[in-house]
């Protein structure tokens, strides 16, 4: 296991290097790529079957300081997050093949090569076995989709860029550096333990303000106000936005708040010292705010990207709400809205492709000229929204299972009330568009056809999935348990 | 063999390179030929230097007495982990500096000065090793003083290029003989009171003496601010970023890595090993001094950089902050500070070499070294910009390079005892350094060519990659600084010996 896991986090490093070296040989350097996202997708989901509870599995690559390793472990909630980004690696790489090629991009051997990068860091941030790995993981991934955000190489794309660099650096030197080394003085270890290893070093005020140091730290999960980033980030071309926006990058923000939240703070301290209740109201405040916000925008980039901002904030409540059980709804939604979100971008960059349409009312009247992009965009919104039988459904329905048994008094009913509020504003705000497509506009004669075939599949087979992962929910449920266990 | 190269190792090291230099001067006019063998030398004086470090790595001290007459009459190199740390810098510093200068040097300098450059290296960095190794008071003043007269020399040699260069060395010359004279008031100030100059003995004689007597106080604060001066600690660091944006860029490269340092080691030695915290002006007056004005450094030296637009001059106003970062581990005066200060120290010196040559390849290959004229330099340069890249990163403190360990080091040794606005101040900075950086970075691989210059001669010709000659020890430096970052064992292991080496001399 511990080669295969290796070989997980290696692969996609060596295929960015065989990516440049194939660099002006176009179709042996796509294949190439293909194949080392499949190879590393298989070794993740063997990981993934060869996983047993109750094993340690934890490796060390190297000693950086005196008791601080650089090092890996697998555990579910890294497994899973793993396991999407690289199977959604293969789906997307398809795509990103089709959208490149379709729109003539240029320097596509560094994009490629930047984009597999950048998997293989949020793979190391997934296995990171401790803080300090992770932080490494983390920045590798800010600096490796820096070029991916600026790639078209105009002022709005340099602007982007700087906006993300800023405040991606920004917040993670500011915040996340000084949380960790507050971490390493008051534990003593940066490790990650089940029941969180601060318990017990100090008192509510500080882990409160620790706990803030950390959820803007990590500036990748978006909270409000420290989202911007992520609307002008949209600049880049759709795949970087569909698997790195919506997937990688954001995902391995999200995902380390609650790592922080389950293996750092451990849920019980939280909840015992309530040192997260300021964060609930927070958390509902992104939500609506960015939802309302999403309404506003006719870009429909901007619009998928600001839904983003709000359902990352999801995840983000669910830590706040220091329950095992919400841990688990956090992973649960981190994955469902992994699945829906790449289904929308791709939608998108489908018809921008098609279309070379961006705007959304400009969009009236394509349901027709594109009905299975507009299909599978259906789908993927009627996911997000949170409609049976999605999957999107069921981390939600968890989510408010768990706010309601959490023991908050205002903070659940405010939870369960911003769940609601900020479906029906999903409705608004996503369906309006396939909705437009296929109604409205009937007048006009659109002369125009679907995507090419592989920028068409990908969001297709992703929609679909969105539908399919209901009959894994259980299992997943099972494999998550561990999450959930009181510390021993 | 081993044993007698032991016994003389510690003379050995600086002997070498001093005796070289007047020799070259009188017998070689061929600058090719004295280039050669100052590498030579400074290859010996490295090894020497690594040899010694190997040796002290236990924690044992070599002591060597000049003519054999034992200390504290005969003047005494005492070679410890500290001295050998830094001898290894100096002189890891000239080795690379010198590897670098053939070419650039060739290239800045008018053929009739070039072996005066090298034989004025030689000379400094003699003088900054012999800094390092002696353990003698006066005897630190003299060597301090040929590194700095043949640093003024160095730096006036830009001249014939930019006619400014003459202005910056006269201003570091003023400035710099204050500074030694302030140094050595203080010295005659602790010969007056003890009668010694031996600087184990004077430590020994010092504890004698009642607590509070004036001229040690007088001493004391004489020394730290005539070594502050060399050091460049805010505000006495005006000299700075002239005298390193209009020197020879292979003067630069060594200067930087190597000078200012050596100041900050006898600053260490006096404060910690000669006085001890305890004793003479208390550490609280210290944290006072030394904490604010490191701090306000960084800042209004990392302000500067963000505002220059000469891209020499930015390094130069950030080698100000950075030094700040030294100044603050030492003002914090505890074993987690001096530790981080020590690896900080280390890792500086490669990063900023790295940098610093960098800018020496752009150097050769175009006049200018205004930002606006670095425009696309990526496309032709993209090997001195690759490791550029790379010791930027490292300067900015980005995981896995050398720069990383250090402010890690530097901020949990700040967030021991408590300081909150220290540690935030170190991430502050930090963002700074991205800021800067950033600027050359976008400027060089972001900005399209201006193609020429209005007013730039038409004939320049196009932009090349730098001479291999060049690139290598760039290169050497760049991965050594990521090198250091991910294997921290000897920067890191050195400074724990030196930590606990200088606690326990302070107590």
Known sequence: MQTLSLLALALPFLGAAAILLLGRLPNPRDIMMIAVSIGTAACVIALLFLYEDGKTHAWTLFALLPNLDVAWHLEPLGLLFAALASALWVITGLYAIGYMRANNEKKQPRFFACFSIAIGSAIGVAFAANLLTLFIFYEILTLSTYPLVSHRETKEAKRGGRYYLAYLLGTSFLFLLPAIIWTWRRAGTLDFVEGGILPGSMGGMEAALLLALYVYGIGKAALMPLHRWLPEAMVAPTPVSALLHAVAVVKAGVFAVLKVGIYIFGAAFLSEKGASEWLIWLACFSILAASLIALTKTNLKARLAYSTVSQLAYVILAMALATPAAMVAGALHMASHALAKVSLFMCAGAIHTASHKDEIPDMAGLGRAMPLTFSAFTLGALSIIGLPPFIGMWSKWRLGEAALSSGQSWGAWAALATLLLSSLLNLLYLLTIPARAFLSGAEKRVAMREAPFLCLLPPCLTALACFAMVFLIEPLGDFLAPLAREPR | ?507
């Not at chain 2, 963000?306 to 130069?316: C, S, T």
């Open chain 2, 1 to 507: 063999m081993s044993e007698t190269l032991a016994l003389h190792a510690p003379a050995l090291v600086i002997l070498l390179p001093l005796l070289t230099a007047p020799l070259c001067f009188l017998f070689s006019r061929a600058a090719n030929g004295v280039w050669a063998t100052a590498l030579l030398v400074s290859l010996l004086s490295f090894l020497c230097a690594a040899f010694l470090l190997e040796k002290t790595f236990d924690g044992r001290v070599l002591s060597y007495h000049f003519g054999g007459f034992p200390p504290p009459l005969g003047i005494e190199y005492r070679i410890d982990m500290m001295s050998a740390l830094m001898l290894l810098i100096v002189a890891g510093a000239s080795l690379l500096g010198l590897l670098f200068a053939r070419r650039s040097v060739a290239r800045e300098l008018p053929a009739a000065r070039q072996s005066a450059f090298y034989v004025c290296y030689l000379l400094c960095a003699s003088g900054l090793l012999g800094v390092a190794a002696t353990n003698d008071a006066f005897n630190m003043f003299v060597f301090l003083e040929i590194s700095s007269l043949a640093a003024y020399a160095l730096i006036a040699l830009g001249g014939d290029r930019d006619r400014r260069a003459l202005s910056a060395a006269y201003n570091y010359l003023i400035m710099g003989t204050i500074g030694a004279t302030f140094f050595v008031i203080g010295v005659f100030f602790l010969y007056a009171a003890t009668g010694t100059l031996n600087m184990t003995d004077l430590a020994d004689r010092l504890h004698a003496l009642p607590v509070g007597s004036r001229s040690l106080y007088a001493a004391e604060a004489f020394i730290i601010v005539g070594l502050a001066l060399k050091i460049a600690l805010f505000p006495l660091h005006v000299w700075l970023p002239n005298a390193y944006a209009f020197a020879p860029s292979a003067a630069t490269v060594f200067l930087s890595a190597a000078a200012a340092k050596v100041a900050i080691y006898a600053l260490v030695r006096f404060l910690f090993s000669v006085f001890g915290l305890d004793f003479a002006i208390g550490g609280e007056t210290l944290n006072a001094v030394i904490l604010p004005t490191a701090m306000i450094g960084m800042i209004i030296g990392s302000f500067s950089a963000i505002f220059a637009r000469h891209a020499k001059r930015i390094f130069a106003y950030s080698s100000i902050a950075q030094l700040g970062y030294m100044m603050l581990g030492i003002g914090l005066e505890s074993r987690e500070g001096l530790e981080a200060s020590f690896v900080y120290l280390f890792n500086h010196a490669l990063a900023k070499s790295a940098i610093f040559m960098a800018l020496g390849c752009i150097a050769y290959q175009q006049a200018s070294m205004k930002l606006s004229d670095l425009h696309g330099i990526a496309r032709d340069m993209p090997w001195t910009m690759a490791a550029f890249t790379i010791a930027a990163l490292s300067l900015i403190g980005a995981p896995l390079t050398g720069g990383f360990i250090g402010k890690w080091l530097l901020m949990d040794a700040a967030l021991a005892q408590g300081f909150w606005l220290i540690a935030l101040v170190i991430a502050a900075v930090s963002l700074m350094a991205v800021l800067y950086v950033w600027r050359v970075i976008e400027a060089a691989y972001l900005k399209a060519p201006t193609g020429r210059r209005r007013g730039a001669p038409r004939a320049e010709a196009p932009r090349r990659e730098a001479p291999f000659s060049m690139l290598l020890p760039l290169w050497i430096a760049a991965l050594l600084s990521v090198y250091f970052g991910v294997d921290t064992r000897l920067p890191v292991g050195a400074a724990e010996i030196i930590a606990d080496s200088l606690e326990a001399a302070g107590q």
